[in-house]
């Protein structure tokens, strides 16, 4: 005969069970920008470097500013030209105006004289426009940060030769690109059977190899709604922000995400071994000593007498631990018969409720682990035990 199996007690205690899901990514800057010269030519500073925190409208570069120069100087010599000849059509049009008074000069001559004072001033507003234009130009030369932030990547250096966005059809030469790395977040993906239980404003924990020790607090902050298949897996993409005001977090970084999904505060809880899914409801019945239909009829009635909350119950009441993973009440609270349902997890992080009579009670136990698709499936956990679901 096989030997019976032997049973371990272990206390029912009260513990605080946070509910996550793990998932990796890597570390990418909030806000990036690329920096480009509206200014075509050549770059005759360039002082800046990588890593180099830069203040918003700090000077980065300069550009050659000979030819920007010369079209100023041309469109002021014209607007010149232009205020004179209206000073002159002016002239031109009092004297005909007095002649016209004498009845010296005809209407349609006053009328032209008219015209002309009207033209010489569309060609000063023209001249003060080009200008204007010549001037913004020549201040294009000189390529400012557009935000606070530190620069990533410097593409060109000092005699490089660039183009402008505005009249390159390429877009242009970046000449750098910055990043605000106050704030980072990580893109990690999670499996499409857990998605459901992702919404932003989740909090999370991060870490990262550089700092094992120090966990970073972030929260998601959007679930993109279209799907990655990555490895034949269905994934979807997560964002989580996290404050990098100290400057630890650098982009590229490899990160460990745990994105809390629920968490109960102060319930009964048993380890992981002591509870069984329904597929082990012949054994467990065995140990209880009913019959598999008499467990079966127990298990109908705590999927309709589902109740979220833990019921009450003594701490310090144990429960069995066996060598096959048969689980055995051994007093207290919750004994068989008198069990009154309560909360149970499935997996190393999530739980599932109980139903009425026949069980002792549980709360969650608690552990770190990925968000679980299938019930009972080892390595896998599960939030079920906030959503509802049957386990012995």
Known sequence: PEPAPTYQAVPVQTRDIVVTAQAAGSILPDTVVEVKSKASGEILEFNVQTGQLVQRGQLLARIDRRAPQNQLSQA??????????????ESQLRRSQELYDASALSQ???ETAQLAVANARASVVSGQVQVENA??????????????GTIIVKNVERGAV????VSDVGGGTALARMADLSLVQVKTYVDQTDIGKIQPGLETSVRVEAYPNRPFRG????VEPQADTISSVVMFAVLVRIDNREGLLKPGMSAEVQIWVGEAMGVLSVPNAALRTERDAASAAGVLGISADDFAQQLARAKEAFAPAPPPGDTGAQVALGNGGAT??????GAAGNGSGGVRPSGNGGARPGGAGGRPPAGFTGGRGGLGGQRGGPGRASTDALFGGTYI
Not at 76 to 89: C, F, G, I, Y
Not at 219 to 222: A, D, H, S
Not at 328 to 333: D, H, L, Y
């Open 135 to 148: 001037k913004i130009a020549l201040d294009d030369t000189e390529v400012r940060a557009p935000m606070t």
């Open 219 to 222: 929260e998601v902050i959007k």
């Open 76 to 89: 002021t010599a014209q607007l010149e030209v232009a205020e004179a000849q209206l000073r002159n059509a």
């Open 328 to 333: 055995r009440p051994t007093g207290g609270a």
């Open 162 to 165: 660039i183009s402008s966005p």
């Open 108 to 110: 349609q001559e006053l």
